[in-house]
């Protein structure tokens, strides 16, 4: 797959990823006008967005990494030990920085 079709397909997943990301961050800084039973029904929902908007953050920081790595033309090569990493690696995880043996 080529770099330039990688970078999109990141890039696209950092936008969707965005939006979620604004919507779970909107809805957490919206005031609640509930009474108090539904206010706690509420926060213990918040707790859940709070958890997905820091994995969200973790996988937008990977996201831009990986972008990074493309636009320095290291996409492909494991950061530890510079072999390339295994075309079947990437498709499955298309962040990641390591190849199998060094992420083992």
Same mark, same amino acid.
């Given at each position: 797959m080529s770099h330039e079709t990688v970078r999109a397909q990141l890039e696209?997943?950092?936008?969707?990823?965005?939006?979620?990301?604004?919507?779970?961050?909107?809805?957490?800084?919206?005031?609640?006008?509930?009474?108090?039973?539904?206010?706690?029904?509420?926060? +213990?929902?918040?707790?859940?967005?709070?958890?997905?908007?820091?994995?969200?953050r973790g996988e937008l920081d990977a996201l831009n990494a990986a972008i990074g790595r493309v636009d320095a033309g290291t996409y492909g090569e494991c950061a530890s030990c510079g072999h390339p990493i295994a075309a079947r690696r990437l498709e499955a995880l298309p962040?990641?920085?390591?190849?199998? +043996?060094c992420a083992s």
């Amino acid at each position: 797959m080529s770099h330039e079709t990688v970078r999109a397909q990141l890039e696209e997943r950092r936008r969707v990823l965005s939006l979620r990301m604004g919507k779970i961050g909107q809805h957490l800084r919206s005031p609640g006008d509930a009474d108090w039973k539904e206010q706690a029904q509420a926060r +213990e929902n918040d707790e859940v967005l709070e958890a997905l908007d820091d994995s969200g953050r973790g996988e937008l920081d990977a996201l831009n990494a990986a972008i990074g790595r493309v636009d320095a033309g290291t996409y492909g090569e494991c950061a530890s030990c510079g072999h390339p990493i295994a075309a079947r690696r990437l498709e499955a995880l298309p962040t990641t920085s390591l190849c199998i +043996e060094c992420a083992s």
